[in-house]
């Protein structure tokens, strides 16, 4: 599985840096640029101890200490996981997006045939309530489609308001998510290294697929963006958004 990944579609689509089952030497020569992955879900309280539970409730607040949880490290990622642990820079992953957007064609080379993207993302499983995220979301073949017409406020993988109805995408571990808008032809890849509660996880990304839509990104002090950074990003992390062919620095995603 593996080698047909990196063979049939990572190289093909220049994303040589995206890896299913990387081997180790590889692993060790990236060094620095495998970004650590940090768990932010447990609250001040629980961190704290039994000090902090007898802190009055304000202390509870306060935001948790992330804990680094070994997800990039190296015997989570040379073993091949297909669920869980393709790693590769936020770039690439756009690169994915922007070949699907092209009807499985990017820069010459042709990976899907025009009528399999479409198959891809079409509504294939329509109405039903996803047993892991109990919400109504409609699947394509591997992808979430634009679900936001069934009103459910707290369904994960929302697109943003203004992503059109045939926006598809899919999320990875409450850390990043991609998604491909044919209406607008756009294509939005984004990675944090944090891994927060559910609710920051929904925030953050609307936060972003808002300032998508409309050309900005509100990060004033006060706004529930900045709120849902603090929450949800280590202060030593590095996160790293790619709108369609943008070039940020490498970031470690486990998809």
Do not use: K
Request: aromatic letters at 8%.
């Amino acid at each position: 599985f593996e080698s047909y990944a990196r063979e049939e579609i990572f190289e093909p689509l220049g994303a040589r840096d995206c890896w299913i089952g990387m081997p180790a030497q590889r692993w060790r020569e990236y060094g620095a640029r495998m970004a650590p992955m940090f768990d932010v879900v447990a609250s001040a309280e629980e961190g704290a101890g039994e000090a902090a539970r007898e802190a009055p409730r304000a202390a509870a607040s306060a935001p948790p200490v992330p804990v680094e949880n070994g997800a990039t490290a190296e015997a989570r990622l040379v073993v091949p996981s297909p669920g869980g642990n393709g790693c590769g820079p936020i770039r690439e992953l756009a690169r994915f997006y922007q070949m699907l957007l092209a009807g499985g064609a990017l820069a010459g080379r042709r990976l899907l045939r025009r009528e399999t993207v479409e198959a891809l993302a079409a509504r294939h499983r329509v109405g039903l309530i996803d047993a892991t995220f109990r919400a109504r979301l409609d699947w394509g073949l591997g992808v979430i489609v634009n679900s936001a017409h069934y009103g459910e406020p707290r369904a994960p993988y929302g697109y943003g308001p203004h992503a059109g109805p045939r926006t598809f995408g899919h999320s990875g571990a409450r850390s990043s998510t991609a998604f491909a808008d044919p209406d607008a032809g756009l294509a939005v890849a984004l990675a944090v290294n944090g891994l927060p509660d559910d609710e920051a996880h929904r925030g953050y990304p609307t936060a972003v697929s808002l300032g998508v839509g409309t050309g900005r990104t509100n990060t004033s002090a006060d706004s529930p963006f900045s709120e849902t950074c603090r929450r949800s990003r280590p202060s030593i992390g590095n996160e790293s958004t790619s709108v369609a062919s943008s070039m940020p620095r490498c970031s470690a995603l486990s998809a």
